[in-house]
């Protein structure tokens, strides 16, 4: 789901404080239709209720996966993700989460700004 995919991106790069990740992802959000207060309130997701069930399990992966610790991803998480996703869909949404946070790492390392006019 293409909504989902917009907030996971925005989430990990929120989490791993990418400004020209951010600006792109909220940016690209808002062109296709997304809605400027829930990508406002992807930073304080877990209380803002803007966000079904599926968008929570999706934005609570992304927060386990992103800040990964020595014990991986909780179950809780996880068990959240299959229960409201199929198989494929928490692999796509792995793989997707994984992918952004090597291009937020990435674009740390070349220290890649926003453009400063839209």
């Known amino acids: 789901e293409h909504t989902v995919l917009h907030l996971v991106k925005l989430r990990a790069s929120v989490l791993n404080?990418?400004?020209?990740?951010?600006?792109m992802?909220?940016?690209?959000?808002?062109?296709?239709?997304?809605?400027?207060?829930?990508?406002?309130?992807?930073?304080?997701?877990h209380e803002a209720p803007f966000f079904d069930e599926r968008?929570?399990?999706?934005?609570?992966?992304?927060?386990?996966?992103?800040r990964l610790g020595d014990h991986g991803v909780p179950d809780e998480v996880w068990d959240a993700a299959a229960r409201v996703w199929s198989e494929?869909?928490?692999?796509?949404?792995?793989?997707?989460?994984?992918?952004?946070?090597?291009w937020n790492r990435i674009v740390a390392?070349?220290?890649?700004?926003?453009?400063?006019q839209e």
Do not use: M
Not at 25 to 45: N, Q
């Open 88 to 102: 494929k869909e928490v692999a796509d949404l792995v793989v997707a989460i994984a992918t952004i946070n090597v």
């Open 55 to 66: 968008e929570r399990a999706a934005l609570a992966l992304t927060d386990a996966l992103t």
């Open 17 to 23: 404080g990418g400004a020209f990740c951010v600006d």
């Open 25 to 45: 992802h909220s940016r690209d959000a808002l062109a296709a239709g997304g809605s400027s207060r829930r990508l406002f309130a992807v930073a304080a997701w």
């Open 109 to 116: 390392a070349t220290r890649l700004q926003p453009p400063v």
